[in-house]
């Protein structure tokens, strides 16, 4: 298999996009896969930047066992080279990257999350910023079954 770099982007890269890259690590190492795969995540805005996830995000995650160390990040103009694979988790996160990718091979890598989903239906990974608990489980649980397919997919 080849390499892949693989970047997921939400808005604040504080919630939804350290969710994801922590749910695809994941897969990854319990494939043994590391060696083939480049992961990180960044967000559409630089408001966070250098925070930690959300304690919310965070305390969610333990619970199913993963750790958010990822410090927020703003998507840089690079991003579009490096990567493989540039997944949006809803469509204003798609509208916005396909409005910075600079060529059609940048935007060619744009891809959403919920173009994963194998169990559940799902059009994308909604903001669980304002709302409550069941939110924040929400997203875990679309991120655990489209992450799963993004591995499938990318190694069948
Ligand atoms: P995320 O969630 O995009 O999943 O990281 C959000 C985090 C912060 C804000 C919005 C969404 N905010 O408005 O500050």
């Given at each position: 298999?080849?390499?892949?770099?693989?970047?997921?982007?939400?808005?604040?890269?504080?919630?939804?996009?350290?969710?994801?890259?922590?749910v695809?690590?994941?897969i990854?190492?319990?494939?043994?896969?590391?060696?083939?795969?480049?992961?990180?995540?960044?967000?559409?805005?630089?408001?966070?930047?250098?925070?930690?996830?959300?304690?919310?995000?965070?305390?969610?995650?333990?619970?199913?066992?993963?750790?958010?160390?990822?410090?927020?990040?703003?998507?840089?103009?690079?991003?579009?080279?490096?990567?493989?694979?540039?997944?949006?988790?809803?469509?204003?996160?798609?509208?916005?990257?396909?409005?910075?990718?600079?060529?059609?091979?940048?935007?060619?890598?744009?891809?959403?999350?919920?173009?994963f989903?194998q169990?559940?239906?799902?059009?994308?990974?909604?903001?669980?910023?304002?709302?409550?608990?069941?939110?924040?489980?929400?997203?875990?649980?679309?991120?655990e079954d489209s992450c799963a397919g993004l591995y499938a997919?990318?190694?069948?």
């Amino acid at each position: 298999m080849c390499p892949k770099r693989i970047l997921f982007v939400c808005l604040g890269n504080i919630c939804r996009s350290p969710m994801a890259e922590a749910v695809f690590s994941k897969i990854v190492r319990d494939h043994g896969a590391q060696a083939a795969f480049e992961v990180d995540s960044a967000g559409l805005s630089s408001y966070h930047q250098g925070d930690l996830p959300d304690s919310r995000m965070r305390w969610h995650a333990e619970r199913r066992g993963y750790t958010l160390t990822h410090r927020s990040r703003p998507v840089k103009r690079e991003d579009f080279d490096r990567f493989d694979l540039i997944i949006g988790m809803d469509e204003e996160n798609i509208r916005q990257l396909n409005r910075r990718a600079a060529t059609p091979e940048q935007r060619a890598k744009i891809r959403r999350m919920a173009d994963f989903r194998q169990r559940l239906l799902l059009d994308e990974v909604p903001d669980p910023y304002y709302g409550g608990d069941a939110g924040f489980e929400h997203v875990i649980d679309l991120l655990e079954d489209s992450c799963a397919g993004l591995y499938a997919a990318l190694t069948r």
